[in-house]
């Protein structure tokens, strides 16, 4: 009898966890979401997405074919109008909570400003932080001159290949770590353009498949028990080079343990997005099709030699442009919708529901703020009211009070850098890089596939 038992016991239990299951989908507020049907029953075909480096491609492709809010497992939804931008991250002043996803982002065990969940914990870290980044203080000669340094290191570098192409993947990396280790560490930042051990730590901190670390994040974020204990049998991606960069001594308001932290965390974010969006941006441009970019970049420069390097309009034009079609954080944004519910595009979504935006949807499926917007058209951004409306939706850096703190440095990096090279040399694509960066390595993985990207340089002047 009890052997007989047991199975009719387990076909009841799974019965009455079906029809559970099954209720809540079909009762929750969500069904009236647009959405595969299976959205409404299991996260799995989402997991698998986020599993294979798939998520990107298959959010924007359920945005092309369902809309502007499209649901995309039982608890998740995610929406790409300036609307649900402006809601979901400006709301309040920083927008919904952040997610547990963003405890995967700790450094040395502690919370630093960006791994945050609730936004009173993150207004107190940030206002202590945010200074260091404003406009006003990297534009102050011992930064940007620092910053110009490097650029300069790197345009040397160019000098040197000749005619020979040089991998810019490599060495716009290495820009992007002396650049972040000057501001936060000066005067023993790295200079790893030059230096073979400091590049040692750049290819430490960028040398890793970046959406398969994403996917091991995944894994965390889902699991947390099991990768524990996976953690124990293979230990995460170690940084130990990078890790001998800590502060030896703590300021007011943080312990030492939570200044390392934090640098650790600037450093580690500095790298990859300013390496990356340089890298894609610098191939476009040196595309056949991108000729007259260049030479009307070449124009400003050379006319405008002693202006500021944040007064230089075509130049800030072409950048925009360079991260609004090739954003750099391959991921979502998770949010927490509030207890009792929010209005988002004319749907209630109820509390507790994570709701996200991602930067490659909002930029290439917001036509009537981004005309012809799978086009490369740096223009667009110097007319005065077109500017001001695609500012409201430009998430390459995020939005709101917890966007990005480092984009004023990121700014002032990239203008440097591409002030250097552009008022110098014309840039064309090595014959062996041809056809090998598509546009479906950048949606995908948001950096070459194999981390490189060989670049010719012929220099325009003497000297």
Known sequence: MLSLSLPILGLMAFLLWLTYTLTKALLSPLTKLPGPFYTHLTPLYLMLQEFTSRRRTYIHALHQKYGPVVRLGPNEVSCMSADAVKEIYTSGGSGYDRTEFYSLFMQF????????LWKGDHSQKKRHIAGQYANTNIMRPSVVGGIQERADAFVEKCVETGKRSLDIYVYLHCYALDCASHHL???YGTHSIERKEDQKM???LSYYPTIKNLSLNFAQYYWPTVTDLLFKIIAPRPSPLAKRLRPEHSKDHFEPIEMAAECMDHLAAGIDTTGDALTFLMYHLSLPSSSHIQQKLFTELTEANDRPLDQLPYLDAVIKEGLRCFPVIPMSQ????????REIDG???PGGTVVSCQAWSVHRLNEAIYPNANDFVPERWLEPQASSDMNKVFFAFGAGGRGCTGRHLAMAEM????KGVYSRFRTSVAPDMKGRM?????IISS???DQTCKLVFEPRVEG
């Open 109 to 116: 065990g502690v919370r630093t400003m960006f791994s945050t």
């Open 185 to 187: 560490f000066h005067p």
């Open 202 to 204: 750049m290819e430490e």
């Open 334 to 341: 998770p949010r927490c919708v509030p207890a009792g519910g």
């Open 347 to 349: 749907y209630f979504i």
């Open 415 to 418: 203008r440097a850098l591409l």
């Open 438 to 442: 598509t546009l479906s390595d950048q």
């Open 447 to 449: 950096r070459p596939l």
